[in-house]
């Protein structure tokens, strides 16, 4: 049994993920520039900007956890004092850095996914953040939309951070 489940079904996965078709996402949805590797596609992980006060980057969805290698969402319910707070300060923190009202922060921007690593935003959270990624980059805010919606997709309408962030790179030769 050790040797079937433990040596044989993980080869067999393995090779069945060979299969030419298949071949592109048995990685796991790497995106490369340069040769690099800089992240996955289906792997959401904010980026950290080395200097805060002048953040270029669109963030992703906060994760439950707040380690990406491990997925998961909090497990706390609507009403769990921990949760409440979580979101009361993840909100207040995300309005001061992108210089809006409280009331003008979306959900998703306060709230983790299932999965805790969700690699898109609703339109309206990377909306919030043009203005603060525009004037750190130095980028026409009406450049950095154009990318928003450029990199709009899906059945329910999201952006996903990793190739936005890439395109603002990309725009601002960085």
């Known amino acids: 049994?050790?040797?079937?489940?433990?040596?044989?079904?993980?080869?067999?996965v393995w090779a069945v993920s060979r299969v030419p078709g298949l071949q592109a996402n048995a990685e796991g949805s790497i995106v490369t520039r340069d040769g690099q590797a800089v992240g996955s596609e289906l792997i959401g992980v904010d980026p950290v900007a080395a200097d805060p006060a002048a953040d270029p980057w669109f963030h992703t969805r906060p994760s439950a956890n707040g380690d990406p290698s491990v997925s998961g969402g909090s497990n706390k319910s609507g009403f769990n004092e921990d949760l409440l707070a979580q979101v009361t300060e993840r909100r207040a923190a995300i309005a001061a850095r992108e210089g809006v009202a409280e009331a003008a922060v979306p959900p998703d921007a306060v709230t983790a996914s299932a999965s805790g690593v969700d690699p898109?935003?609703?339109?309206?959270?990377?909306?919030?953040?043009?203005?603060?990624?525009?004037?750190?980059?130095?980028?026409?805010?009406?450049?950095?939309?154009?990318?928003?919606?450029?990199h709009t997709g899906g059945v329910i309408p999201g952006v996903n951070v990793l190739q936005l962030n890439l395109a603002v790179q990309q725009v601002t030769g960085r």
């Open 1 to 12: 049994m050790t040797v079937l489940l433990g040596v044989a079904y993980p080869l067999g």
């Open 120 to 150: 898109t935003i609703s339109v309206a959270y990377a909306e919030l953040q043009v203005p603060r990624v525009a004037r750190n980059t130095g980028v026409a805010p009406d450049r950095v939309a154009e990318l928003v919606r450029e």
